[in-house]
């Protein structure tokens, strides 16, 4: 009996662990590659080393980032058919992976977002993706500008 509890209370605690190592399933996350480093949204926000919140007044906003349909005029243009096996390896066992989370709730320390079609902007993104929301390239440049070494270019 004594050895059904210890086994009744051991695996609800691998269940979790599991759970938090990678979620249940190959779930693949937007993710771009930074030089050496990789910035990868996940859904699991106690993971996250920065979490970056969106805002529909801009006056609360900390970061403003205006979505164009010109590519030729953004900092970050993501444009893709779908998933490829360039974005999976992008960020595959890359250790130096920095993960953002996407918080409902603006405050605190973390970076707050206007996302909008109008200037004046911080940044200009340009989507056309299968993949990636324009809210999750915005979440991915700012978690990007949020490391210690400037943006300079990023790629799927």
Not at 81 to 103: F, K, Y
Not at 116 to 140: H, M, N
Request: hydrophobic share 45%.
């Amino acid at each position: 009996m004594l050895r059904f509890k210890i086994l009744a209370s051991v695996v609800p605690l691998l269940a979790a662990a599991v759970f938090a190592r990678g979620e249940i399933g190959s779930v693949s996350h937007p993710c771009i590659a930074i030089g050496d480093t990789s910035v990868e949204l996940t859904s699991l926000f106690w993971t996250a080393g920065i979490q970056i919140a969106f805002t529909d007044d801009p006056a609360q906003a900390t970061v403003r980032v205006q979505i164009t349909d010109d590519a030729d005029a953004a900092d970050f243009a993501v444009v893709d058919d779908g998933a490829s096996d360039e974005e999976a390896s992008a960020c595959q066992g890359n250790p130096s992976t920095q993960l953002v989370a996407i918080s409902g709730q603006a405050g605190g320390d973390r970076p707050t977002v206007y996302l909008s079609t109008e200037g004046p902007a911080d940044y200009r993104i340009y989507v056309r993706s299968k993949t990636f929301s324009q809210k999750e390239a915005a979440a991915l440049i700012v978690g990007a500008r949020g490391g210690r070494r400037p943006l300079q270019a990023a790629s799927l």
